[in-house]
Structures are given as C-alpha cells and as structure tokens.
DNA sequence: GAGAAATGTAAAGTATAATTTACATTTCTA
DNA sequence: TAGAAATGTAAATTATACTTTACATTTCTC
C-alpha cells in the first residue's frame, strides 16, 4: 500500500459546479467539446477522464483542476499484490 | 476561438522533474505503474495521459499538477470552425 | 395533469491511451 | 575502449475514454 502504481480513487464536483452555474448537461457537454453521455457518466463518477478534459472543464467553471477533481485515495487492490 | 471545445496544448516538465530526482524512465514507470513505453511518450509531448496517471506523476514527484502540466492554450484548428 | 425539457441508462462503435516486444543508439562506468 | 545501463523509436495488440443512438424516467412549466 502507499504506492502509486495502481488507479487512484478521484472525485468529482461537476455535479455541484453546474449547479452553482445552472447549466444543463447538455450545455456543459457542447460548451467543453464533449456529448453528453461523457457529462454523464463522469458524473456518476467513477470514471477517467483524460487531462485533457479534466483542464477544459476546469477552464470552463473558472476553478483551479484540483477543486474540480480531488484524489480520495489509492483503490487498495488487496489481492495479488506483486 | 477562445471556446473549450478543441483540445488543448499541454505541455509537461516530466523530464525536468525526473532529472532533479535522478531516476530513470524505468524507474518512473515502475513507482508509477506505467510502462517505459508511456514515459517516453509523455516526454516526447503531444499526449494526453490520462488524468489518474497524471495526478499519479504529480504526488510520486510531490508537485502540484499544474506545476506538472501547463496549459499552453487551445490547439486552434483553423479550419471548419462549426 | 399534459407537454416539454432535462436527466438516467444501455449497447455498439470509434479513437486513442497504454502495453508489449524488439532492436538501435546514446551515455555512463569500470 | 569495451561492456552495461539508459534512452529513442517503431509496430502490433489491448484496454478504455468517448461517441452515437435510442428510449425510458424524472423534473420543470404552462
């Protein structure tokens, strides 16, 4: 454990930001160049945007990445830790 | 222009940083869990990790990410701006 | 309460990040 | 300067972010 070599556990705060904005996903979705599926689903969280996107989204609310998106920790494997 | 909808350039100071801590790619790929392939390739530029690898990087060289990676401005596609 | 707008879900397809392997070139060290 | 360690490059494969489409459910607004 401690290592950082397995995926990091990251939440999100889109969720709360376009709702300080009240902005659709859809508006969310055209304003950062993505569809709305991807608004959706990393809403649901759990999932890996690329850098890339996370900066647009971050540059879109006008706040720095690391509000947008914060590491809760390391996804403890347990098994096969080679 | 000026819209969030393009990719952006990012460029990164990977190099840099592994040169201050002394390490080798193959170092960096194993604290990181990546393989050398991927370290060439985010030195080399032009790619988008994604954003766990990229925090991943930042806490092994205990950096911020934005001091990690920087946003260099939109990649301006010129051509068919819908 | 009816219609519309917004959101949730899901499946199949596309783009690309990341892996794997192999080998060639450069830089370190004895 | 010979051998080893580190780095550069490249091609084929795998994993997954992101798209596209369609439809179902929830939440607004008249």
Same mark, same amino acid.
């Given at each position: 454990?401690?290592?950082?070599?397995?995926?990091?556990?990251?939440?999100?705060?889109? #969720? @709360?930001?376009?709702?300080?904005?009240?902005?659709?996903?859809?508006?969310?979705?055209? %304003?950062?160049? @993505?569809?709305? %599926?991807?608004? @959706?689903?990393?809403?649901?969280?759990?999932?890996?945007?690329?850098?890339? $996107?996370?900066?647009?989204?971050? $540059?879109?609310?006008?706040?720095?990445?690391?509000?947008?998106?914060? @590491?809760?920790?390391?996804?403890?494997? #347990?098994?096969?830790?080679?």
């Amino acid at each position: 454990m401690g290592s950082l070599r397995s995926k990091l556990v990251l939440e999100n705060r889109i #969720h @709360v930001f376009r709702a300080i904005h009240k902005i659709t996903q859809q508006q969310l979705a055209d %304003a950062t160049g @993505v569809t709305r %599926a991807t608004i @959706v689903a990393l809403e649901k969280g759990n999932y890996n945007p690329s850098l890339d $996107l996370a900066f647009r989204l971050a $540059l879109y609310f006008q706040v720095d990445i690391n509000e947008l998106f914060i @590491v809760k920790g390391e996804r403890d494997e #347990h098994l096969h830790e080679n």
